[in-house]
């Protein structure tokens, strides 16, 4: 079955500190992938896509995610947390080229990210 | 107005109300689409609208109907709710093309049944 799967529930960082957030993804195929993130009482804003083509993609807000296809994953980075990215993160998968998915998005868990000053 | 707005931003309502909620996009996208937001559960896809015509229904309870009266605008009328039917119910919209578009997303309206 396709899904997206996100292994950790809750991360806490310290700001200024590097992060990671994990995503595993089940396709046949490589599928469309993406990363929003979610602020309380807000809706989803998107942070980065992969389509297709070069496996590091960079976002907005200094995010970039990088796919692998050996490991299934595409995990969401950045360099240096700022207190402001405290949030709840979802990675999401579509089928992708040659996929019929009537733009159907699989949604992972959710990851809450907590910055600690 | 830019973007995806909804309304209203906060709904209660008793189990007998009819209620609807409201989707505008203002992003010229030729799809829309409804989602439920549950708390400790993904996201999951209710409707979807693409050129106007309903696609895909996601085993979703008779008592949600959408309406979709042109490219831009999305109801979604509710009758009958249980207290579980309390969530965030979240509208997206993108421009299809050859499947690589990318979902934007109102606010939300956080609904409650009492």
């Known amino acids: 079955a396709q899904s997206v799967t996100q292994p950790d529930i809750h991360i806490t960082v310290s700001e200024g500190a590097s992060l990671e957030l994990r995503c595993n993804y089940s396709?046949?195929?490589?599928?469309?992938l993406f990363w929003y993130v979610q602020s309380p009482g807000q809706g989803l804003q998107l942070l980065l896509k992969?389509?297709?083509?070069?496996?590091l993609v960079q976002g907005i807000k200094g995010f970039e995610a990088e796919f692998k296809r050996s490991q299934s994953s595409f995990n969401l980075r950045k360099p240096s947390v700022h207190w402001s990215d405290a949030a709840e993160y979802f990675c999401?998968?579509?089928?992708?080229?040659?996929?019929?998915?009537?733009?159907?998005?699989?949604f992972g868990q959710g990851t809450i990210l907590t910055v600690h000053p | 107005e830019t973007g995806v707005t909804q309304t209203p931003r906060h709904l209660v309502m008793g189990m007998t109300n009819k209620k609807s909620l409201k989707c505008e996009q203002h992003?010229?996208?030729?799809?829309m689409y409804w989602y439920k937001q549950s708390a400790k559960k993904p996201l999951e896809l209710m409707f979807v609208?693409?050129?106007?015509?309903?696609?895909e229904n996601n085993s979703v309870p008779s008592r949600f109907s959408p309406e979709c009266p042109n490219s831009s605008h999305l109801f979604l009328h509710l009758h009958t709710l249980q207290p579980e039917d309390s969530a965030l119910y979240l509208c997206a919209s993108s421009h299809r093309l050859a499947g690589r578009d990318e979902q934007f997303f109102g606010p939300g309206t956080r609904l409650t049944v009492l």
């Open positions: 992969y389509f297709s083509g070069d496996t």
């Open positions: 396709y046949g195929a490589t599928p469309y």
């Open positions: 609208y693409s050129l106007e015509e309903r696609v």
């Open positions: 992003l010229g996208h030729n799809a």
């Open positions: 999401a998968g579509k089928p992708g080229a040659g996929g019929t998915s009537y733009g159907k998005l699989t």
